[in-house]
């Protein structure tokens, strides 16, 4: 019997833990994964329909875009108004302040007529507004045209350039303009006036929220309807922007209709099946020609990471529309697991750990043909990592054979160069220079389950190492002798199939 299939036998709570660590990597990656709604029907802009003739069976709204909804929203919302309460005895009291600082002050620190000039501005100013500074800058944010300013239910329309802050009612005050011949703003200054400057507007949140939702309610969220029995495509038509909308909105109000708590339960239950028969298919590899794996727990932990990891990932990136998941390095998987295990186990579990992200996907069919293909070249490519340039060398042809497979397969569909997606190339290249991270990850993966690498052991072989040199030079004897049987053990792994590496 293979030595690796010798199965030493588990105790029960060896048994209990796996069974933990199983099944905590399934419910972990099904949480995760999208549960949206899904059209039976994959379609794109300027691509033809590969289905039969499609007709409507119920009466539907074409819905505009999000991009068109966001963009008459920005329009419609340049003419909001919002509301702020005036507080007429702020104005008045602040007034009666300045003028009872001033005038009990002896000896008088400033003439007369500069009494009336800054009791003129400062009615003025409490006339048009004064808003709290927070507020002036949250409605120069949003880039607010105009206020409603009410006082005892009546409304009026105030710009914001007439609006004062704390700062620009200072500035107000203190700026002579025409006046700078019959006063001094030094005088003025000595007035202290920023005291007498308080807001008197104050934001009405709920008025202001009514104004918004009317203004919002005249928006419509359709541009037309598509009647019973009307025929929306044909096989072999070219999908444009108006059919795309349409289709669109077809898939929409087909999950209006039709999405219930209880489907999304059924979805939910048929991902955790999918899943679970994959990860079943993974376990009973190990189980036929691995058992050696399966008896040590930081080989499973390693393995079961990787279904984990790259699901996780791509659920990530499509729930939050960032990127394109052809980006992710799926061929690192692989790499890992044939350097630290042996490339069987790796091409199983890079299957398992494709099928498994596949289901998230719009299009899954050329996800895993291309990642498949990546996966082989990265593991064959890729015998034995011992320096950085085999590395740089995988990249490259993993990269080139992804490429090359996913022109192919559009070829075969679009049957036209000047109609391929040249932007998936760009994230195929940024796949494959992503792939080059491995080599410093390896560190962290052997440190991580207690692995050794090839490119640890050429570090521990090196003469240069400082153990191995203090021995050349303490036991020049000993050392000369410990290299030659290392290198006749070496020829002896080779020869055998042996880890040479790991004999030295």
Not at 365 to 372: D, G, H, N, R, V
């Amino acid at each position: 019997m293979n030595r690796h299939n010798q199965q030493n036998s588990l105790t029960p709570k060896a048994l209990i833990y796996r069974i933990v660590i199983t099944v905590t990597a399934l419910f972990i990656v099904c949480l995760y994964m999208p549960r949206d709604e899904r059209s039976t029907y994959q379609f794109d802009v300027g691509k033809p329909w590969r289905y039969s003739q499609l007709i409507a069976t119920y009466d539907f709204p074409i819905y505009k875009s999000a991009e068109t909804i966001q963009t008459e929203q920005d329009s419609i919302l340049q003419h909001y108004e919002p509301y702020f309460a005036i507080d007429e005895t702020v104005g008045k009291e602040q007034i009666e302040k300045f003028k009872a600082t001033i005038n009990g002050q002896k000896p008088a620190t400033i003439p007369a007529n500069y009494l009336a000039y800054v009791e003129n501005k400062l009615e003025h100013i409490y006339a048009q507004g004064v808003m709290d500074t927070e507020d002036f800058d949250q409605m120069h944010s949003d880039e607010v045209a105009s206020i409603r300013i009410f006082a005892q239910n009546v409304a009026k329309e105030q710009p914001m350039t007439q609006v004062f802050s704390h700062k620009t009612a200072y500035e107000y005050l203190i700026d002579l303009g025409e006046d700078s011949l019959h006063y001094d703003r030094r005088v003025l200054r000595k007035c202290n006036l920023s005291d007498y400057i308080v807001p008197n507007l104050t934001y009405d949140k709920t008025k202001s929220e009514e104004s918004r939702k009317d203004l919002l309610s005249s928006l419509s969220y359709s541009s037309g309807m598509v009647m019973s029995g009307q025929k929306i495509i044909d096989r072999g038509d070219i999908v444009d922007k108006e059919t795309y909308d349409i289709l669109t909105s077809l898939e929409k109000e087909y999950t209006r209709r039709n999405t219930s708590k209880m489907q999304t339960h059924t979805v939910l239950l048929g991902q955790m099946l999918y899943v679970a028969l994959i990860i079943a298919c993974l376990t009973l590899y190990f189980n036929l020609f691995r058992r050696d794996y399966l008896a040590n727990t930081r080989h499973i932990l390693f393995i079961a990471s990787m279904p984990v990891i790259y699901p996780l990932i791509t659920s990530f990136l499509i729930k939050h529309n960032l990127f394109n998941v052809y980006i992710i390095p799926f061929a690192m998987a692989p790499i890992f697991i044939r350097v630290f295990m042996d490339s069987r186990t790796a091409f199983v579990t890079h299957v398992a750990t494709v099928l498994i992200s596949a289901i998230s996907l719009k299009y899954p069919y050329e996800f895993i043909a291309t990642q498949l293909v990546a996966g082989m070249v990265a593991i064959y490519s890729l015998r034995e990592l011992s320096q950085r340039s085999q590395l740089i060398r995988s990249a490259f042809y993993v990269t080139l054979a992804s490429i090359a497979f996913y022109m192919s397969m559009e070829l075969i569909h679009e049957k036209d160069f000047a109609r391929l997606e040249y932007g998936m190339y760009i994230y195929i290249i940024i796949n494959g220079i992503l792939l080059l991270f491995a080599y410093p990850l390896l560190f962290l993966f052997e440190k991580v389950f207690g692995f050794t690498s090839n490119v640890t052991l050429v570090e521990l072989s090196n003469t240069n190492n400082e153990l191995l040199k203090r021995l050349s030079e303490v036991a020049p004897g000993t050392f000369q002798h410990s290299m030659q049987v290392a290198n006749l053990a070496t020829e002896v792994a080779n020869k055998i199939g042996a880890k040479a590496l790991l004999v030295r």
